[in-house]
């Protein structure tokens, strides 16, 4: 029956040929949801669809126009639930999830002296990040994560570990003037960068980036031969910047400058970069982060719990920057890797920072963790939206939840009311990773039993602690 | 075999007649969870155990211990999850659940004038109080709330939605100078105020409130009349105090005060009072509040959405008053009614706010959403901790989410990482409403369809808007 109807539709409206032979093959039709696009016209489509070949989205449109166009090898019915695109977490150190809560509420230079980089020196191995981010990646692709921007150790691991899982990640190996757990000296971590990028490049899921830890622990020279390198290789650059008061104040005191200008006449901005926090930019450096194009990634949580400050998003975007949305690391920084919760805190915050409940309201929030992280990864043509052409990496989300009910406006539904639990599918360069909430990628017993093995070693250290 | 042990084990330890008689009967006893008390002590018992008879708690204890010492007719296996005090929303005006997300990203004045008032005048009738506020039950009992303040209209069918839903409330018709969806003047509100207090007075859920909207949309008379019924009846006395800079300025340039030296020269701080929001407060008013016993509700995502302020609760609970923790509304003010959201959100707030990443940490802000909102609300002695001769209102959380691990911190792990969505079971006075994440005393299929209906309507207003 519903094969005639189709046929008859086609007929009616004159495609070439006529007949079934002339629908267009595609591997998935995702059908009957509302289409969330977070394209430029900001197009939300009522039981919509979309479209699937391969890794890419050929197509987006009403559900009835698409089964006239389509034959679909695979269906997935939304059942009217949301279709968006996979959240872009622009800055973590996934990883850390093994270290999640371990040191809360106290001071910065406490957290990290005692805390961090003890436990980092003696725990963070290849097997410590490669299970650390395979937890990191099972809990993201549940909160319908499907890229994460990455900066931590023995990145080979986190590469390795989320292209497994099959989550998008742009991974940087973090180099320091001091010595890290896997390298001693920045050399050392910058001739890591260069192999891992030579090794990742044109891989679908990854995107080898070098990633200076920032400009108050890197030297010039070590910030020059990382900006050079990333130029050489057009690899993206990570570093945080401007994330406290402590660190302006002392590059002021140093360099005469602020982080922005200091970071940008060392050339760094030369290279396609993503800045992380830039809480501390005066209109100066903000004019200065857009007109180099440089992205940035707002961490809420984060600034919040160090009490690093609140970032001027709202300032930075009418600037022209394109400001993406991070949960930072879960070790002190955040305790989830969650972007319901971040996108839904980013719009608050700016609300009672600026004193205008107007202020980012939910439609931005959600291009925060969608087209304009990617504008800020600079992938905006891969993904963040909808749209032909761009990798098929998509959400469903539930809508029969008590909080969910009712809804009067899409955009206000998914950022203010809508939670993580809430995505139940989701597909990542045209695979499908989550169904009905579970991960398929990812194999959850093991990475729990891996990740109790070496928390309970995490653990008789800090039982050590006097 | 089990039942030879206990009674060895009672004959090895002395117990009076030694043998299976001696067991003390029980109705219910939940067994093998870390039982987070929130006593004075703030004792955390691993592999704890809660007695339960009737509507009481009887004992907690080890497992162990109280396996040895009780018979219970049911037992409630906690299998290593979380047994927490319910939690207590101190601030909220439930049937707004229908109103869920109708305006957001507005001014507070085109916010009220054009969406609340008009909506509310037309359509908050009896039947939308008693079906929103089942709506809420449903949300708030899923996510572990077992009391809620409650400032409304209609409040007759709060009191009778709650009490079917199995919840405690503290329910107060709100009281204003114009004229409100149910009565035109403040005399007919503190009329029926008073008949509410007589019919629900005793009842073991419901506790009957007198709830002045504010300082300035009721007069010196109102205020002091709904003072004088809650003095003269017993009643605690539910208001909106200092939440916004003009309140405080008009108050200040009205009457040469502050909103709080305003309220208690009126007498308003001889009742038993909670003062919602208490934003705008100096050195002078939060003394006065802690010497007046005014308990105080932090709504810290209404504070922000609305672009309010910022409470300052650290220095509140300095001065020693005791601060609640409360979703507000959740038309514009928010979209859930979610404490694991709040809870998380007030300690970040305070560690921005104040520049102390070690401001009110983790047990802290447990604490303003379990025995601290009991102390606002003046219940102490009835809820807000797990100890004997309370009531049993109590919650089991699970740990197993990827998003719960590692642990090491219970507190950090409650307030950082758990969700609404984890918890799974809740007692209230004794009966278990909520199983495997299933609210036991809510028709939920009945309420989405009375809420689908009602909401159609308030759709259809919202189409007619110029």
Same mark, same amino acid.
Request: glycine share 10%.
């Given at each position: 029956m519903r094969c005639w109807r189709v046929v008859i539709l086609a007929l009616a409206l004159g495609? *070439? $040929? $006529? $007949?079934?032979?002339?629908l267009e093959r595609v591997d998935l039709l995702v059908t009957g949801g509302t289409v969330v696009t977070m394209d430029a016209e900001r197009r939300v489509i009522e039981n919509g669809a979309v479209a699937i070949r391969g890794s890419d989205i050929v197509a987006v449109g009403p559900t009835e126009e698409l089964q006239r166009r389509y034959r679909a090898r695979q269906r997935l019915r939304a059942d009217g639930r949301l279709i968006l695109p996979g959240l872009i977490?622009?800055? #973590?150190?996934?990883?850390?999830a093994l270290f999640r809560g371990v040191a809360d509420d106290r001071t910065l230079e406490e957290w990290l002296r005692n805390y961090i980089f003890p436990l980092e020196a003696k725990h963070t191995t290849a097997e410590f990040v490669y299970w650390g981010t395979k937890l990191a990646a099972l809990e993201m692709i549940r909160g319908g994560i499907t890229t994460f921007a990455d900066m931590y150790y023995f990145e080979e691991e986190v590469a390795r570990a989320a292209s497994e899982a099959g989550i998008r990640v742009v991974a940087g190996e973090t180099i320091l003037d001091f010595p890290a757990p896997d390298f001693r000296t920045p050399a050392e971590a910058l001739r890591y960068t260069q192999q891992f990028i030579q090794r990742w490049r044109g891989h679908p899921l990854v995107v080898p980036a070098v990633a200076p830890h920032s400009v108050y622990t890197c030297s010039a020279e070590t910030l020059r031969e990382a900006a050079a390198l990333a130029r050489r290789t057009g690899a993206p650059l990570l570093i945080h910047l401007a994330e406290s008061k402590l660190e302006v104040e002392g590059i002021r005191k140093r360099e005469g400058r602020s982080s922005v200008q200091y970071a940008d006449e060392l050339g760094l901005f030369e290279a396609r970069v993503l800045a992380a926090?830039?809480?501390?930019?005066?209109a100066a450096d903000q004019e200065r982060l857009a007109r180099r194009g440089v992205g940035c990634a707002h961490n809420p949580t984060s600034n919040m719990k160090h009490a690093s400050g609140i970032a001027p998003v709202v300032a930075l975007r009418a600037a022209g920057v394109a400001v993406g949305l991070g949960t930072d690391g879960v070790a002190g920084s955040n305790n989830d890797l969650n972007l319901f919760e971040e996108m839904d805190l980013a719009a608050k915050l700016q609300k009672v920072s600026t004193g205008? *409940?107007?202020? /980012?309201p939910a439609r931005e929030a959600l291009a925060l963790a969608t087209i304009e992280g990617a504008r800020a990864l600079g992938r905006e043509q891969e993904i963040g939206s909808l749209e032909p052409g761009k990798r098929a990496d998509l959400i469903l989300l539930r809508r029969d939840a008590p909080h969910a009910i009712p809804f009067y406006d899409v955009y206000s539904q998914i950022v203010y009311s809508l939670k993580a639990s809430d995505v139940d599918a989701s597909l990542i360069h045209g695979r499908v990773v989550l169904r009905e909430g579970r @991960? /398929? #990628? @990812?194999?959850e017993g093991e990475v729990k039993r891996q990740a109790a093995r070496l928390v309970a070693a995490v653990k008789e250290s800090l039982a050590k602690k006097p």
């Open positions: 495609f *070439p $040929g $006529g $007949g079934r032979a002339a977490n622009a800055h #973590t150190h996934a990883a850390m926090h830039c809480i501390w930019v005066d205008d *409940p107007r202020a /980012l @991960v /398929l #990628t @990812v194999d």
